[in-house]
């Protein structure tokens, strides 16, 4: 059972404009929330987090968005570059250090 | 500060065999946590130890077990080996004293069994 989903399995967007990554959750216990960027071949870099006790928080480009009625939270990147072209993971977790993960979505910046 | 390292980064192995990962976490942190990654499975949480003691286990069969030392160093051990378990397996090391830390990855395993 996925308890963390992310339904957009690529997604391509030109350099420059905004890049809008979606996740949606189905565990309302979960309080924690982190995105994760990911190379081939190399394990996935932490890019920004998000309590639930916020619906925003931003780190440069990157800004993170919660929704707890709709259990859903979203990465905006703007504006994007082509060194953001990879996959990108949502996760969330309810207990120390355990978290769920969703499918990734893979993103390509077109110069 | 040094990142996460995993040993070996690749391993081949053969059906019925059992494997032992290494993960050394960054300096200070005391939570050491594992996954496995298959493709279009995303990452699936398999335990998660701090100070020595397992605090959290996912859905893993017993075939998977994991151990951490006094310097926060962490194995993880695969018996009886199946094709399935070829993956990715990926440590990520916290603070771990809330549970509000981030996770740090270090590169991954890449287990083949054959």
């Known amino acids: 059972d996925q308890q963390v989903k992310q339904n957009s399995p690529s997604l391509s967007v030109q350099e420059g404009r905004i890049s809008i990554l979606n996740c949606d959750y189905t565990n309302s216990m979960f309080d924690y929330f982190l995105w994760y960027k990911k190379y081939p071949a190399e394990g996935p870099t932490f890019l920004i987090s998000i309590s639930s006790i916020k619906d925003k928080n931003e780190d440069g480009r990157f800004t993170v968005f919660l929704n707890k009625s709709a259990k859903h939270l979203s990465l905006h990147i703007v504006p994007s570059q082509p060194g953001d072209s990879a996959v990108y993971f949502c996760a969330a977790s309810g207990d120390f250090n355990k978290f769920y993960f969703g499918s990734g979505t893979k993103l390509n910046v077109k110069p | 500060k040094a990142g996460v390292t995993q040993t070996p980064r690749y391993l081949i192995k053969t059906r019925g065999q059992q494997v032992t990962l290494s993960c050394s976490p960054i300096s200070g942190h005391r939570s050491v946590s594992w996954y496995q990654q298959t493709p279009g499975q995303g990452l699936q949480f398999l335990f998660e130890?701090?100070?020595?003691?397992?605090?959290n286990k996912g859905n893993f069969p017993g075939r998977f077990s994991g151990r951490q030392f006094s310097n926060s160093r962490s194995e993880m051990n695969v018996s009886t080996l199946e094709l399935g378990d070829s993956a990715l397996y990926l440590c990520?090391?916290?603070?771990?004293?809330?549970?509000?830390?981030?996770?740090?990855f270090g590169p991954g395993t890449r287990l083949t069994v054959l």
């Open positions: 990520a090391s916290s603070l771990g004293e809330t549970s509000y830390n981030e996770q740090f």
């Open positions: 130890y701090f100070s020595e003691t397992q605090r």
